[in-house]
């Protein structure tokens, strides 16, 4: 017997991880990708694995990428290019590895028009895995049998994000580099829109390669050789106190302050106010005050700051060691905002 629509959401609604997993009018466009969160679901450890930069291998002028039709556009002279007239699902070998390469140069890639939503999930795996091993998140909402997504989910019923943020406060920008906690953290990293508000819900993107430069040549050999614990504690405590998953223990590592690219060789802050948590070697007074100072010469740098805007079929492709980012919530409570990461691993961050 086949169940009516009505009839598979009721039995849907007595499993809050499913309630969205079947199309109608008022659920999100994609139901594939509602996010899931299996308690049961385990993951082992992370070990160290050797990682070669496709973009090392690249044609710098870029011929299997920026062909004849394809246009380009500059957003900022630092960080940011909107690229329209090729499809990223259509590329050869050698135009991802030109891809990684222009992603590192740009820092962040506007793709529209692309039809990388609809490929599957099993094609969109297949394509970013040519950037590295893919992250599966040890806490985030991912997709049933598919954790190497990351899903963004917000509407009328379900905000993890606020909750994560925190409700007693004056914004809700929360600037981060993703899982910048593990030993080897994301390199070359996708994202694209499933549902979106008609304004609103941008990204903002600053450039931690300016962010460096900005700073006095004296105060630049003063950040080098520093060290930096990243945490992921607070991400594994909040998940354990919503009873959600905790599919491997949460995990600190060092990596340097001021880290170097291993294929363009710029130098770039590798600080973040959201896992960035103390300087290793300095007393807590010291730590607090170089780190505020770092986060604020960040944060506060809009003129190496771009905002990333959708629209449908739009992809987001930015090089996670040179960049950091915020969602913005800027848009009604009502409105469903539905959007997937993919999250290739890259090198153990080489230090300046």
Known sequence: ??????????????????????????????????????????????????????????????????????????????????????????????????????????????????????????????????????????TAGNVKGYPEFVVVYRDADDDRFRGFVGSNKTNGTKWHSDVSYEQQPPGTTFFFILDQPET??????????????????????????????HSAVQYGEFSRKRRGPLRREPVETEHPLVRVHPVTGEKA?????????????????ESEYLLKFLFDHMTKGADFQIRASYRPGTVVVWDNRLTAHSATGDFDNSIRRHAVRLTPLAEVPIPA
């Open 1 to 138: 017997m086949t169940l009516s629509v009505s009839d598979q959401r009721g039995s849907l609604d007595k499993d809050p991880i499913a309630k969205a997993a079947v199309k109608d009018a008022n659920g999100p466009s994609y139901p594939f990708y509602y996010p899931y969160f299996d308690a049961e679901e385990k993951f082992p450890p992370k070990e160290i694995f050797e990682f070669i930069d496709p973009g090392s291998r690249a044609d710098p002028a870029k011929p299997h990428l920026l062909t004849a039709n394809v246009t380009t556009k500059d957003i900022s002279p630092y960080i940011g290019t909107e690229v329209t007239g090729v499809q990223i699902s259509e590329l050869s070998k050698d135009g991802l590895d030109e891809l990684a390469l222009y992603t590192a140069e740009r820092q962040l890639l506007i793709f529209r028009d692309q039809d990388f939503k609809d490929l599957g999930a099993d094609r969109q795996i297949e394509i970013a895995k040519h950037f590295g091993p893919l992250d599966r998140h040890f």
């Open 200 to 229: 609103g819900g941008d990204t903002l993107f600053l450039s931690q390669v300016e962010a460096y430069k900005r700073l006095s040549p004296e105060f630049q050999k003063r950040l080098e050789g520093l060290r930096a614990v």
């Open 269 to 285: 802050l590798y600080v973040n106010p959201t896992f960035t948590t103390r300087i290793v070697g300095y007393k807590d007074e």
